[in-house]
């Protein structure tokens, strides 16, 4: 029986060639949607499982595409004959996105079906077999679509491709159970073990993304747990040993990962017309990383 809906896989960006999202060389398919709140969220065009319309507003060239091609009048030019984007009334269908040719409109969430995002990824079969690579679905939170997640690395499993599966563990124990048989890797985010600092930095408490990892951390799966340092929330020695020393000694565990926050998002706010939470932060030091990195080598 097909898991997949009619209407499509819902995802906002397809990479090839990553080598961080897990081992080798993998094609990372960014499921849209999730169901928590990071402040320092990087994509934040992830969140909302709706389309979305960037507008970069530097890269704008005045050329008046857009304001004939939108059917709702959302785009005009001013007196100066400067465009202005009335988000408000735009119904995200994007027509004004195919007409921008600076760039300036970009749309992030698209449908597609799984045979189109396999046509995608079958194209780099040689380089998976060569590194030991394969397929990353990422997020958002793609459990949040375990049904299209099954199908899709299912179809991989058949061509002998490595699956892995990217997720913040903040869903159902049978969102896991459906894609157990056909993952072999995941990689699970953990931000804070404190359930009062993982609400205030997530917006969710933890429980549910704890009792899965328990849940998880005894099956014959693989997985990779990845920390991102966020100043202020777990940069320190106490909270990352704390994560270390709770998975310490699972054989399903091959390693710790810990990401420095960065700010590479912050244009994309910006281009979302939405607040960047976490620009007072700077991004933690290689110092403060080593520092870390050897606290949980010594776990
Ligand atoms: S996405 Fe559609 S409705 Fe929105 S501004 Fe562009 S053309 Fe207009
Ligand atoms: S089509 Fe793009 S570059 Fe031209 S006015 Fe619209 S936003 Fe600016
Ligand atoms: S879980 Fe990931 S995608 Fe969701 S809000 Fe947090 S950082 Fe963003």
Known sequence: MSHVCDNGINIYDLHRFSWNDGPGIRTVVFLKGCNMDCFWCQNPESQSSRRE??????????????????????????????????????VKCGDCVK????????????????????????????????????????????????????????????????????????????????????TDYFLYDIKALDDEIHMKACGVSNKKILKNLRKLLNKDVKIIIRVPVIPGINDNVDTVRSIAQMVRGYKSVEKIELLPLHNIGRSKYRALEREYRAGGLTTPGQGKMAVLKRSISLV
């Open 53 to 90: 319309i960037f507008y970069y507003k530097e890269r704008c060239i005045n050329c008046g595409n857009c304001v004939k091609a939108c059917p709702e009048n959302c785009h005009f030019c001013d007196k100066s004959g400067i465009h202005v984007y009335d988000r408000g009334k735009c």
């Open 99 to 182: 007409v921008c040719f600076s760039e300036a409109l970009g749309a992030a969430g698209k449908r597609m079906t799984d045979g189109s995002i396999m046509e995608e990824i079958i194209k780099d079969m040689e380089f998976y077999q060569m590194s030991g690579g394969g397929v990353t679905l990422s997020g958002g939170e793609p459990l949040l679509q375990a049904g299209v997640c099954y199908e899709l690395l299912r179809k991989c499993r058949e061509k002998n491709i490595g699956t892995a599966l990217d997720t913040a563990g903040n869903v159902e124990w049978s969102d896991f159970q459906m894609v157990l048989p056909v």
